[in-house]
């Protein structure tokens, strides 16, 4: 009988993808807050369309606590491969003298119980076992994340943009972006005729790169 890998699911999902995090403070604690429609984005990769394919059912707020200012929300999560209930809070207000309802209570509490449900399945559980905290472990993922530059197009330059570049590359101008401006820079943009070629030789620059 072939075994069953149970950390299958778990091994998929685990990581996470920096650009679609933040640090935030949250009642005086540190924590890394993940891009809710990044998360639904990744458990459809794995299950399918939310609402059929997984979700919540049998949503139920339970208002016993509002003396408290505090809401329940129960709910049943459901994947293809079973389901399981679910409790979460929320704060009612926006206030601490609970004068002024928060009218967005019913959406963080359900876009977090998402979270917490999905981490129960280990989506982003590098970021829930505290890996996220180790700088080493998150500028790896910084860097396997990381989206490449697009290719620079390499066009002819004409005679008017060559004598901009010379007077560029004379005096050490930078681009917007703190780069200097050299040969190197310019041959990475731009092709040139003999013609150029030549009158470039007759300036020196060539020979000043050295």
């Keep these: 009988m072939e075994e069953k890998d149970n950390l299958s699911l778990w091994n998929k999902v685990q990581e996470t993808n920096p650009n679609y995090t933040k640090k935030a403070n949250v009642k ?10 990044y998360q639904i984005l990744h458990a459809t990769e794995q299950f399918g369309v939310y609402g059929k394919a997984w979700g919540f059912k049998s949503l139920e707020f339970d208002y016993t606590l509002k003396e408290m200012g505090m809401v329940v929300f129960n ?6 491969d079973g389901e399981f209930p679910i409790v979460n ?16 209570f019913a959406k963080k509490v ?18 829930f076992m ?7 472990y998150f500028d790896e993922m910084v860097d396997k994340y990381k989206e490449p530059l697009p290719p620079i197009e390499i ?3 004409d005679d008017a943009q060559l004598d ?5 590359i004379a005096i050490k101008q930078k681009d917007n972006s703190g780069n200097l401006i050299d040969l190197e820079y310019m041959r990475a943009r731009h092709t040139l005729s003999s ?8 300036t020196g620059l060539e020979s000043n790169t050295d």
Excluded: C, H, R
């Excluded at 809070?89 to 967005?104: E, F, H, N, P, R």
């Excluded at 979270?115 to 280990?122: D, I, N, Y």
């Excluded at 901009?164 to 560029?168: A, D, E, R, S, T």
């Design 28 to 37: 005086g604690n540190k924590i890394t807050s993940i891009a809710p429609q």
């Design 155 to 157: 066009t002819p330059i």
């Design 164 to 168: 901009k570049y010379i007077n560029w």
């Design 195 to 202: 013609t150029q070629e030549a009158a470039l030789l007759l």
């Design 130 to 136: 505290g890996k996220f905290d180790d700088t080493k």
């Design 89 to 104: 809070s929320v704060q009612l207000y926006k206030d601490g003298a609970m004068t002024k309802i928060d009218d967005d």
């Design 75 to 80: 709910a049943v999560f459901f994947y293809p």
């Design 110 to 127: 359900e876009t977090d119980t998402l979270t917490k449900a999905l981490s129960k399945l280990g989506f982003n559980a590098d970021i």
